[in-house]
C-alpha cells in the first residue's frame, strides 16, 4: 500500500529556510507523479509543484523563485526547500503521489507537515 509521510515542518522567522521531507514506500518514487501541495487555513488545498511522468516539473507562480522540489529515489525521498520563506508561506503542506493513468481522485496523500511563517 502507498505511504506517504511528511516532516520538517515547525516554526521559522520571515526569511528563513525549511527543507521539507516526504517519504514514500517502496517504488513509488520510481512509477508515480509525485509532488507538494499546500492548503492554508480556511483555502483550498493548491499546487506548490509537482514532477511527472516523463515531464517538467510545475510550480505556482509564488513559489517558482523561492522553493524547489527534488528527489532521491536511492532513498525514497521527496523534498521541498523552501527559502526567504514569507507569512503567506503559513500553510499546511502535503505530500502527493497518483499513478500514471490514475485520476485525481485516486492520488495519494501524507497527513501533512505544518509550517507556520512569524516574526
Known amino acids: 500500500q502507498v505511504q506517504l509521510v511528511e516532516s520538517g515542518g515547525g516554526f521559522v522567522q520571515p526569511g528563513g529556510s525549511l527543507r521539507l521531507s516526504c517519504a514514500a514506500s517502496?517504488?513509488?518514487?520510481?512509477?508515480?507523479?509525485m509532488g507538494w501541495y499546500l492548503q492554508a487555513p480556511g483555502k483550498q488545498r493548491e499546487l506548490v509543484g509537482r514532477?511527472?511522468?516523463?515531464?517538467?516539473?510545475n510550480f505556482v507562480e509564488f513559489v517558482k523563485v523561492r522553493f524547489t522540489i527534488s528527489i532521491d529515489t536511492a532513498k525514497g525521498m521527496m523534498y521541498l526547500q523552501m527559502n526567504n520563506l514569507m507569512p503567506d508561506d503559513t500553510a499546511v503542506y502535503y505530500c502527493y503521489a497518483r499513478e500514471e493513468g490514475a485520476s485525481e481522485g485516486e492520488a495519494y496523500w501524507g497527513r501533512g507537515t505544518k509550517v507556520t511563517v512569524y516574526s
Open positions: 517502496g517504488s513509488v518514487l520510481m512509477n508515480y507523479n
Open positions: 514532477f511527472l511522468s516523463n515531464g517538467p516539473l
